[in-house]
């Protein structure tokens, strides 16, 4: 096997013999050839659409090939055969050998791999748009594009434009998604979430379908159960049509890499409906239920039924079988704190623009960090609790994605009867983060380089690479990355990106912040 494409990735190098994260060599084989089949299909329909059933294969086939999404040979395998039946449909297409995915000039493969990386992070999103039924010809047609473009050979050039755009085309996507969200949920209002566990059944959900919960939450009414976020679930509490239900009670552990621990003997059953899913341990692998793309062998799976109405019936049974704590359980976030606050999506944010412009303007606000992305299990990690907790009183932290869980039970105090610390929500509400940028910047008249903000990102799966893509296609500068760089990105990739948009890889809190403030 090999794979590079996420942050833990062995040696920092590549996996070879099994995943760091748990996908053995077969699994990884399986997406191979899985990747390779939309390769082909995307030449089979000659770089554009087919029709919906190949959509919906191409979204989801990527999308299942994304760390800590799908364990399970045999759905990879279901996929693969739907994927061929598709080309076939439409008169087959040159094979597109294996062996040519990752074995290539240095460069070569670094810019298609990123291509690729992004590609699936995008495909996440469509696919929770998809789901919600917001779809965008352009979107869908450039996953044919894309995909066609990996199996030729670019010149350098060539590749690098392919990336601005991919970056630009994903920008509409994540742009889809938040109307997707905010049309059916709402928009997002601040709201504060406990950690604590009250007694008596509960469920814990976890990932980023926002529907999955809602359905959940509709299944459980009147049941005497109760309903936990876990992980990305946790801005679910700030849009309207969620928070309404008054057994949706708090936010239960922290970020994905803790599962293991947070989840060994947990007297709940843990629904999972996307990623970061991690191989569970036997103390509560019998209460681990997945949903949408999500897979892991032996794992009870809730596919879709009629209407897209999935039966949550098994995981409501074994909620109310092992009947929660007997008394409340207080928990609380990696530094102590007991409740955390979400909610700080553009609608809000904007909402107080005129507050924030001022507080800028009359230098109460002397700067605005997004310190936002994944976590993950690297101990220099704790980078980014140090560098908020470092973060002058005078300047806001936006935040978003579950990298968040390092500092967001800190309470740093207010600004202007602002938190200082504002959760814009997960990895998926990127776009948000980036119209509050934009509308920041038109305020002073100035470019978003310009303004007093900066961007210290940590990354660790594919949608932060698309997330990426799209921050530099907007040609977004002094990006501050970390825990580490993409092994994907080769020296001389790298050195383009450095060149061109000045990606600086994260130091020490003390170092950075004597840059940034300067
Ligand atoms: Fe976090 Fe994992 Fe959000 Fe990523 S829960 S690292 O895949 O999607 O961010
Ligand atoms: Fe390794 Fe990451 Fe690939 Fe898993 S997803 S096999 S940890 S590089």
Known sequence: MFCFQCEQTAGGKGCTKVGVCGKDASVAQKQDELTCALIELARAADGKSPGPEADKLM???????????NFDPNRIQELIELVKTEKEK??????????????DDVNARSLRSTL????????????HAHILGKEDKDIINWFY?????????HSTDEALNLLMEFGNVNLQCMALLDEANTSAFGHPVPTTVPMKVEKGPFIIITGHDLLDLKQLLEQTEGKGINIYTHGEMLPAHGYPELKKYPHLKGNFGTAWQNQQREFDGVPAPILFTTNCLMPPKASYADRVFTTGVVGYPQTQHISEG?????DFSPVINKA???GGYPEDKI????????EVMTGFARNAVLGVADKVIEAVKAGDIKHIFLVGGCDGARPGRNYYTEFVKKTPKDSVVLTLACGKYRFNDLDLGKIGGLPRIMDMGQCNDAYSAIVVATELAKAFNCSVNDLPLTLVLSWYEQKAVCILLTLLALNIKNIYLGPTLPAFLSQ???????????????????????????
Not at 59 to 69: D, I
Not at 116 to 126: E, T, V
Not at 306 to 310: D, P, R, S, T, Y
Not at 496 to 513: A, G
Request: aromatic share 8%; hydrophobic share 45%; glycine share 14%.
């Open 306 to 310: 009629k209407n897209g109405i999935k």
């Open 492 to 518: 001389d990739v790298l050195n383009v990106l450095v060149e061109k948009f000045n990606i600086t890889q994260i130091s020490t809190p003390d170092e950075d912040l004597k840059k940034i403030l300067g």
């Open 116 to 127: 690729l990386f992004g590609m699936r992070g995008m495909a996440a999103y469509a696919w």
């Open 90 to 103: 439409l008169g087959g297409a040159e094979d597109f050998p294996q062996d040519k995915l990752w074995d």
């Open 331 to 338: 928990f609380t976030g990696i530094n102590g704190g007991t």
């Open 320 to 322: 109310l079988e092992l």
């Open 59 to 69: 979204m989801e086939g990527l999308f299942a090939t994304v760390t800590n999404v």
């Open 145 to 153: 594009k894309g995909m066609k473009a990996i199996g030729e050979d």
